[in-house]
């Protein structure tokens, strides 16, 4: 089935490192969205974005809507160990989402 | 409880054996999602429910593939003659329809991890 193209697929980084993660479709959508995986857990919703060009914030995550509705990223600050896990985005349309292949954020203490 | 509940958590089968997996949404919610997350993938999707009205089964992958929902409440996803290619992880969502149209927040359970033999 269609998937965005999320980059990067994996991040070793150092706590209080910032991250930066990004995703990218042929399609446009007409709302992107940001959610985290925890290991046997469902995808939780971090941040929505509605409008070309909204940049939103949620605490220590910032996200932005691309103006041609088309890509979007996510940045988190000084990252801290519960940041870990599996980030994903996912383009709604039709009343479905379609998901990106996710980024798995590992944080050494 | 409060949130989308699957079961069973786990399924291990053999190769051509049927499977039911089932998905508690949570109360209220009238839009119900089927989604499948291969290991180290993103989620597909499956299906979607909404209502009375005729589910959207555009992401089923084959013929062996089918769901069934109850009013509002339980849907149960089966598939027969599962393959190996059938491992995975099937996650269910539901979530409110605003009355303008459109669509909330899907919250999603936890999963059913599919193991075929």
């Known amino acids: 089935g269609q998937q965005l193209n999320q980059s990067p697929q994996s991040m070793f980084i150092q706590e209080g490192e910032d991250v930066s993660m990004n995703c990218t479709s042929s399609?446009?959508?007409?709302?992107w969205l940001w959610y985290k995986q925890d290991p046997g857990e469902g995808p939780v919703l971090l941040i929505a974005?509605?409008?070309?060009?909204e940049l939103t914030s949620n605490g220590r995550l910032t996200a932005q809507f691309g103006i041609t509705r088309k890509d979007s990223f996510l940045n988190i600050s000084a990252s801290i160990p519960s940041d870990v896990g599996i980030y994903f985005c996912?383009?709604?349309?039709?009343?479905?989402?379609?998901f990106g292949q996710g980024t798995r954020l590992t944080i050494n203490p | 409880g409060a949130g989308v509940s699957q079961s069973p958590s786990n399924k291990v089968t053999e190769k051509g054996k049927d499977v039911e997996l089932r998905c508690d949404p949570i109360s209220g919610h009238t839009a119900l999602y089927w989604y499948r997350q291969r290991l180290g993938q993103g989620l597909e999707f499956l299906i979607y429910f909404q209502g009375n009205s005729a589910p959207d089964k555009s992401g089923l992958p084959s013929d062996r593939f089918s769901a069934e929902r109850t009013g509002e409440s339980v849907s149960t996803l089966t598939i027969q003659r599962t393959q190996q290619e059938d491992s995975a992880v099937y996650l269910c969502a539901s979530s409110l329809v605003p009355a303008g149209g459109g669509t909330d927040t899907q919250y999603f359970g936890p999963g059913t991890r599919l193991t075929v033999l």
């Open positions: 399609s446009i959508f007409n709302t």
């Open positions: 996912a383009g709604e349309g039709a009343q479905k989402l379609v």
């Open positions: 974005l509605y409008k070309a060009g």
